[in-house]
Every structure is written in structure tokens, then in C-alpha cells.
């Protein structure tokens, strides 16, 4: 027997720890109701979204549908605008830019010049007569079956509801129950914030019906109510009593069909849902809705080793990680709530999450709580391959195929060119062209940043078909570009005008940041063409061009230069840093080839500095953390966790109680953004070598992660302990070569599809 024991002993202690381990059990909690929008806990499945306040006396649950718009089909395009396009770009090169501006604000601007606004849709009130008192209150968020559950007690009874959102089902669901019989007694209603409005009940059912009044938008929602104890249905509301339990599923569909398309009839929906509610088990739909969620959730784990506060309710937490940040888990928790919200917010076939990913409770949200390309829409995705939730990406695709159709119109309209082009917001009708003002809307790469992320699917995919699917796409994008580009009069490059850097500065000839995204565009047409052998004479083109292009260039101060000009103020303290996306999520500025212009990235971000809005924080967390410093990073995720409406908090940004991201008012993007830069401390593929623990902070020695994705087709799992890696399991997707490296430590080896890799800590091969 004592002979076995050592073996066993040493491969016990030479496995990689993060081979297998158990899901943390993340939760957001509280121990009072909402009282606000954003104190109440989202739940989703893509395509309907809902907020619950879990008050006592009167439940509030906010719901929205994803195509509930203002407005209808629409071409945005401003005819004849090309006309005047060489007058703008010779107003710029002789730098009267007031000029320019004024003629563009008049004659090549969007038509209208705003887009439309998503809308709520309405809200579902249960009243509870008598618990206005009330104890042992909680109210939580269980991340691992996407459940909210609220309890209390009245006068010796438990009341309980729960509350999902299932994707197979299609549904809301809410369960009802007591822990002594017949002692459920209230009231359930729906009501909608639109004038154009009418309810109608019958029997354990009612419906609303909504009309948008500023467009052609229709609406349908429904409920219908299940339950052991008595209904009693009256005009605006179903009475219930003498109930232990009761079930309510609820459901809501407009006319949309496409951004081209409004003509679908809700009413047929609602026939078939509510003899579906009436035959549905509740413990059957919870149960598939959480496997349904779990197929994507379980896939991806992450834990940070240390103290937790895990038993604190979150908005206490957040108040506590802004005076001391030394809650590893809560980092963590983090990332799984934005794979959460993302989950909940974009699912196949539906459209992708907006600003505010699908929940929304104003009639004019902030900016319409449209789809903001310049940054916003494209930050929203930035975690979805890496922490393993491709298929969530698709939605984001769709919109990339259906705004290349209108771009084609705006492209040959506002600039007499072929191909497509997109400006720096659309809506879901698809607008392409510019809008609000000249000074920040006319902005031209915003094709070429979302054609980025079809490139970056194939990356980690390693996805022939699919790239085969949406190459055409890419190379509209780039052929708009290779018409639009015009050379500059000083220097002799190529340059893109009028264009301007996102959202400062105003109209201008040649933002950096355009033409790292140009240049991006032209190299991954030219590797999609060499992949998929086809259109070899397009990829020469784009080969001849891109050295044209005006390159990087380092100012006076030892910055990276925002405009062809060295005009940079260090004193101005944006929250945009567009003029590094070269950097990050771009990559043709790095330590490895180009480390004069990552010192010269690093300076402009330092005259920045920290503060941000929300997004722009998580925006800043993964430039730290491609620079490797994780302690600066941790700095600027402990500001993003930070109470958001704390008035001792003298700075924007942070966090809102249920852990919403604070612009400040709320947008997703900073919850997305924020998880992508945690997760871009542990692993970095970007170069072709997967990088491990690249910027590891001081704050998080200890943890692992699991199901972890890298370019080439690689998922990884492994842990550290004392800033040390312990170990790492690498499955091969593709069959690749794959080459690790930790430190000064590296690895190469080729892979068979479908195999598994050890390694211990040192990066020597276990098995």
C-alpha cells in the first residue's frame, strides 16, 4: 500500500488544478426590494427582457420586447449628398474646418438627421394587500440558473416568487407560493407607459396592446394565471385568492419581421401561447430553461482565490470594494454577471444587445439606447469568444449583413463609391448614414470596426463556412475604401476625409484611428482571400494600398498622435481614446514589433487619465492589460466597481446597485467591457501565441479559470497560486499548432483536433 501512495501523491500534486473545478456559486443579493430601475434584477432570453423589483406589497416587474421601436423602414440616405463631397474635403485641406462643418451639417447629413429609440414595453403590477409589513426579507440573482427569487415573511407566512425567462419556452415565468395554504391573496394587472393603449381580460388571461405613437410599431403582450386557489377576473385586472400556489407565464410579440419589414400579425402568437400556458408544467419549463442556460453558462468558470464578501448584499459589497478592493471573487462574480447579462441579451436569431442590452424603461432612453458603432456596440461583444459564448455572438453578425445593405445605398449616395459604409450609429432600421452633427456623426469606419469582429469569430472558430458565409461582406467594407481614401496633399499618404476621431476634435482630414481601422480591414480581406483561395487580384489591391495609408506617428510630447497633425492637449482628459484602438481591441501596436509606439500609446493614455465613464474604464482596463501592467488595470476595475450614485463619489462612472454599468446614466457597454479586460489579464492570443497570466495584478495571486478561449481554436483551463501558474490543459478545436507561453517560458507543439494537452506549471508537457 505504501508503495502507491507516492505516485499517486505526485500526480496529485503535478495536475493542473484547473482541469477540474467546482462552479462558484455567484449571486447578487439583497435584503431590501428595489426601489429604483436600476436596483431591480434583469432577466432575458434575447428576445424579451424584464426587470424585478421584488416589492412586498407591490411587485413590479418591467418588461421589454428586443423590436419595440419607434418609427419603420426607412432610407436615411441624404440624396445627392456626394455632390458636395470634394467641397468638404478642400475646406478641410485648407483648414476651415467651421466651414466644412456648417456645409456638411447642411447638405450631407442623415435624412432625418436622428434615428429612432427603443421603447419599453410595459410593466406587469401584482398587489399584495397587507404586506406592507413584512420580514427576513431577501431578494437574489442566481447567475448559475438565471433566477431571481424574492422571499419574506407576513404575519408567521414564507411568501415566494420566483422569477425566469426561458428561451425554449419563449416566456416569463413567475411562481407564487405560500408555505401555508390558501394564503395568497392579490391582484395582477398590466399597464403600459404608451398613450396608444387598450387592456382586455378574459377569464385567467389578459392582453395589452400598444401602439407607438411615433411610428408603425404594434404591440401584443399577454399573461395568463394558473392556481390551486380562486380567479375572479374583472376588466384592468385578475383577482386572485385562497391560492398556496400560482403560476403566471407571460409573453409579448410586435409586427417586426426585418428592417425592412413590419407586416407580421402578433395576435397569431398570442392564440397559440396562451393554449401553450394552459398546458405547461411549471417545474418542466424551469427545469428547460435552466439546462437551455446552462449549456452556455457552464462552459466558461472562473474563480478568484482570497477573501469574499460573498455574504455581503451587493450594494453593501460595492461600497465596500471603493474604499478597499480586496474581494477577489466579486472581480470574478463580475465576469460571470456580464456572461449573464449577455446570455439574457443576445441569443441566435434575434438582434443583438443595444446600449442598454435589452432592458430599457424610458420612452427617449439615453441615445435611444440605439446600437453606437464608434465603440459601444462593438465593446458589448468583446467577451463573447474569449469566455466562450460564440453562439451569442450571431445576432451582432446579422446586424453586420443587414446594415451592409444600407450602407451600400449610403455609400454610393454620400460618396459616389461601391461597397458599404457605416457611420457611428444605427438603429434597428438599419440606418447607415450620418447623424446628429457634423462635428462628431460624420465618422466613416464603423463597417470596418464591425467587419473586425467577423474576422475575429474565425479566429477563435478557426470557422471555414462561416468565413467562406460573410467574406463578401468584409470585402464591401474594404472596396468602399479603397474608392474613398484620397491622398493628402502634404504628405502624399492615403487618407480618410471627411472623417473625425470619435467624439472629439470635431470634422477633420485624416484621424489615426480611422486608418489603423482601414488598415486592419485590409489585412484580414487579404488573409480571408489567401484562406479561402479566392479573389487574388482584389488582395493584391488592398496590398499595394495599405503601405500608403499615413502610419502612426509619435508627437512633440512622445504621444501617439490623435490627428496627422501634432496638435494634442495633454490637458484634455476625454473618455474617448479612439487613436489606440491600433492597440486595443486592434493589435498592430504592440510590445513585440512596435514597442516605440506602444511607449508612445502608453503616453496618451496617461494624459487621459483614469477617470472615465463606465465604458470608458473598461475601455482603459484592457489597454492596461495589454500593457502588461495588471496592478494599473486592477486600479481602474476597482473605479468600475464603485458605487455609481454615491455622493461622496465625485467622479463618473462606476456601478449601480444590481452591478448595471454607469455612463452615468446606464449603459452595458462598461459591464461588457469590464469583464473582456479581466479576462485580458489571464490570457492574450492576439499574436499568434497565447499568452498566460500576461498582466496578472498583485490583488488576484490566487484562481483558475476554465473553458477559456484563444485564437487559433484552443479552449484552455488552469490555475495559478501565489502568482505562480500551476498548470494548464489546452483542447485543440482545430488541430493546430499551438504555442503557449508564460513568462520567459514558451512551448510549441502541434495538435491533433479534439485531443488534450497537459502542462504543469513550468510549461512541461504532463500528458
Request: with cysteine; hydrophobic share 35%; charged share 20%.
Amino acid at each position: 500500500m505504501k508503495t502507491l501512495m507516492l505516485p499517486i501523491l505526485i500526480w496529485l500534486l503535478i495536475i493542473p488544478e484547473s482541469v477540474s473545478f467546482a462552479q462558484a456559486d455567484y449571486q447578487l443579493f439583497y435584503n431590501q426590494p428595489a426601489f429604483t430601475w436600476t436596483e431591480a434584477l434583469p432577466v432575458g432570453n434575447g428576445r424579451l427582457g424584464a426587470m424585478v423589483y421584488g416589492g412586498p406589497a407591490q411587485e413590479q416587474i418591467q418588461f421589454n420586447e428586443e423590436t419595440l421601436w419607434t418609427g419603420g423602414p426607412h432610407d436615411y440616405s441624404h440624396k445627392g449628398a456626394s455632390k458636395y463631397l470634394d467641397e468638404i474635403r478642400q475646406l478641410l485641406f485648407d483648414g476651415k474646418q467651421k466651414e466644412a462643418q456648417d456645409l456638411a451639417s447642411e447638405v450631407f447629413m442623415s435624412e432625418p438627421l436622428h434615428q429612432q429609440a427603443y421603447q419599453p414595453f410595459g410593466d406587469l403590477i401584482i398587489n399584495f394587500p397587507g404586506h406592507e409589513e413584512y420580514a427576513n426579507y431577501t431578494r437574489k440573482l442566481d447567475l448559475g440558473q438565471a433566477l431571481v427569487t424574492t422571499s419574506y415573511k407576513v404575519n408567521g407566512v414564507i411568501f415566494t416568487r420566483e422569477v425566469f425567462i426561458s428561451n425554449p419556452d419563449d416566456l416569463l415565468a413567475i411562481r407564487i407560493t405560500a408555505d401555508k395554504p390558501a394564503a395568497l391573496h392579490f391582484d395582477v394587472a398590466m399597464d403600459s407607459p404608451h398613450f396608444l393603449k387598450s387592456i382586455l381580460t378574459d377569464g385567467n388571461n389578459q392582453q395589452l396592446d400598444v401602439k407607438i405613437s411615433d411610428g408603425v410599431m404594434i404591440g401584443k403582450a399577454w399573461f395568463r394565471v394558473d392556481t390551486d386557489g380562486k380567479v375572479t377576473p374583472a376588466y384592468d385586472k385578475i383577482a386572485v385568492s385562497d391560492a398556496t400556489s400560482v403560476v403566471i407565464y407571460l409573453s409579448a410579440k410586435t409586427n417586426f419581421v426585418n428592417f425592412q419589414d413590419v407586416s407580421d400579425i402578433p395576435q397569431r402568437y398570442f392564440n397559440a401561447s396562451i393554449r401553450k400556458f394552459s398546458t405547461l408544467d411549471y417545474d418542466e419549463t424551469k427545469a428547460r430553461h435552466i439546462t437551455d442556460y446552462q449549456s452556455l453558462y457552464n462552459r466558461f468558470q472562473i474563480s478568484f482565490d482570497g477573501e469574499s464578501r460573498g455574504k455581503t448584499p451587493t450594494n453593501d459589497r460595492i461600497q465596500k470594494f471603493w474604499r478597499d478592493p480586496n474581494d477577489p471573487q466579486f472581480v470574478s462574480q463580475y465576469v460571470q454577471y456580464a456572461r449573464y447579462l449577455m446570455i439574457s441579451s443576445s441569443r441566435p436569431g434575434g438582434q443583438p444587445a443595444n446600449l442598454q442590452g435589452i432592458w430599457n424603461n424610458k420612452l427617449n432612453p439615453p441615445w435611444d439606447s440605439k446600437w453606437t458603432v464608434n465603440i459601444n456596440a462593438e465593446m458589448n461583444y468583446w467577451p463573447v469568444e474569449v469566455t466562450n459564448l460564440s453562439e451569442c455572438h450571431e445576432p451582432f453578425f446579422n446586424m453586420v449583413e443587414e446594415v451592409s445593405q444600407s450602407g451600400t445605398i449610403v455609400a454610393k449616395e454620400h460618396y459616389d463609391a461601391d461597397g458599404w459604409v457605416l457611420h457611428h450609429n444605427t438603429d434597428i432600421w438599419r440606418g447607415a448614414a450620418p447623424i446628429n452633427a457634423s462635428n462628431h456623426g460624420i465618422w466613416v469606419t464603423g463597417g470596418a470596426w464591425i467587419s473586425s469582429h467577423l474576422w475575429e469569430h474565425y479566429l477563435f472558430t478557426q470557422d471555414k463556412e462561416f468565413l467562406a458565409k460573410y467574406y463578401p461582406i468584409m470585402k464591401g467594407a474594404a472596396l468602399f475604401f479603397t474608392e474613398f481614401l484620397v491622398k493628402d496633399p502634404k504628405t502624399g499618404y492615403l487618407i480618410s476625409t471627411p472623417s473625425n476621431s470619435p467624439e472629439i476634435g470635431g470634422l477633420v482630414a485624416g484621424p489615426t484611428m480611422d486608418h489603423q481601422l482601414i488598415r486592419n480591414l485590409f489585412e484580414i480581406c487579404i488573409e480571408a482571400s489567401e484562406i479561402l483561395d479566392t479573389d487574388a487580384e482584389f488582395a493584391t489591391k488592398l496590398k499595394e494600398m495599405k503601405p500608403k495609408i499615413a502610419p502612426n506617428q509619435i508627437g512633440r510630447l512622445g504621444q501617439l498622435q490623435e490627428w496627422m497633425q501634432d496638435v494634442d492637449d495633454p490637458d484634455v482628459h476625454h473618455r474617448h481614446v479612439s487613436h489606440l484602438w491600433g492597440m486595443y481591441p486592434g493589435h498592430e501596436i504592440n510590445w513585440v514589433e512596435t514597442p516605440d509606439l506602444m511607449k508612445a500609446a502608453m503616453q496618451s493614455l496617461k494624459f487621459r487619465g483614469d477617470e472615465g465613464t463606465g465604458w470608458s474604464l473598461g475601455w482603459k482596463i484592457n489597454f492596461w492589460a495589454r500593457f502588461l501592467d495588471g496592478n494599473r488595470a486592477y486600479k481602474l476595475i476597482s473605479m468600475l466597481l464603485s458605487p455609481a450614485e454615491d455622493p461622496l463619489r465625485k467622479v463618473r462612472g462606476g456601478s449601480y446597485p444590481n452591478l448595471f454599468d454607469a455612463h452615468p446614466p446606464f449603459q452595458i457597454d462598461g459591464n461588457f467591457g469590464g469583464a473582456a479586460g479581466i479576462v485580458e489579464m489571464l490570457i492574450q492570443s492576439q499574436l499568434g501565441t497565447v499568452d498566460l497570466l500576461p498582466a496578472l495584478p498583485d490583488a488576484l495571486p490566487d484562481g483558475s479559470i476554465s473553458g477559456v478561449m484563444a485564437r487559433g481554436g484552443f479552449e484552455l483551463s488552469f490555475s495559478w497560486k501565489g502568482g505562480e501558474l500551476q498548470g494548464v490543459d489546452v483542447i485543440s478545436k482545430a488541430g493546430n499548432k499551438c504555442q503557449l507561453r508564460y513568462g520567459d517560458r514558451k512551448m510549441d507543439f502541434n495538435t491533433e483536433k479534439g485531443k488534450t494537452y497537459k502542462f504543469n506549471g513550468k510549461l512541461k508537457k504532463i500528458s
